[in-house]
């Protein structure tokens, strides 16, 4: 198939009167410019389908670990800092977790260039609607988007390149005991509103989630829950070899994000993270087992 040069949208595609959607610019203009997206007529690298560590060579570094729960006054979000690529570790202090507006905040695992793409334009998009209409997208209107942009991803997912996100928000309009949100996709673009108030997505899930689901309390104040999100991020280290525990000697920490009603969405400074992590591995020291 001959490769087809990507044509740049004139200057009346950007003056042309359209939907507030920044996203829905993108493909009907430069659809190329979008996560997995390839220029028409071009094909995959290796000229066909293709997986992470298949044999056409291709092996790209993959997030994992996320974990988000809800507490007493709203909801937390943390990851740890591992790329794997292959067996590999391709990156020690990743970032898989991004503030992408002032109350809402996404974890990411899979494929981490193409999710690192879509999540930072998922924030553009949160920011474009608001300047053109004045008011922020409500929660579901954001939880529903990056449904959509998950969806528009299934041609690279069905070569391998999956990502699977983790939204968190803070709904303003809901009753404050309510108000922390966590909702799941899969890779389709299938969204599912998280009720029990923990979930954890990427390879340590199954032992973050087992974690969390001894240890969350919803009533529990910041401090706890913070304390409880890197319990489970060091319990998933400790099962899966893909998942980054806390490095004391290189100082790098799981990256937590809290978002409440009055101060949004908030990173925790390294520093008290560390403290945690500090108490954490020297409970652990007492009681290996435990």
Known sequence: MEFRPPVTPGIGAYLAPGPSSFTDFVTANAPHLLPGRLADGQLPVGGGAVRPGAESGVVVPHGTTIVALTFADGVIIAGDRRATAGNTIAQRDIEKVFITDDHSAVGIAGSAGIAIQMVRLFAVELEHYEKLEGVSLSLDGKSNKLASMVQQNLGAALQGFVVVPLFVGYDTEAEPAKAGRIVTYDPTGGRYDEWLGYHSVGSGSVFAKSSLKKLHDPSAGLDAAVRTA???????????????????????????????????????????????VTAIVADRAERPGA
């Not at 890197?230 to 893909?242: C, G, N, P, R, V």
């Not at 000697?249 to 403290?275: F, L, Q």
């Open 230 to 276: 890197i319990e489970a991020i060091y319990d998933a280290a400790d099962d899966d070899t893909a998942t980054g525990g806390p490095d004391l000697v290189r100082k790098i920490y799981p990256v937590v994000v809290s978002i409440t009603g009055p101060e949004g969405a908030v990173r925790v400074p390294d520093e008290r993270i560390g403290e945690i």
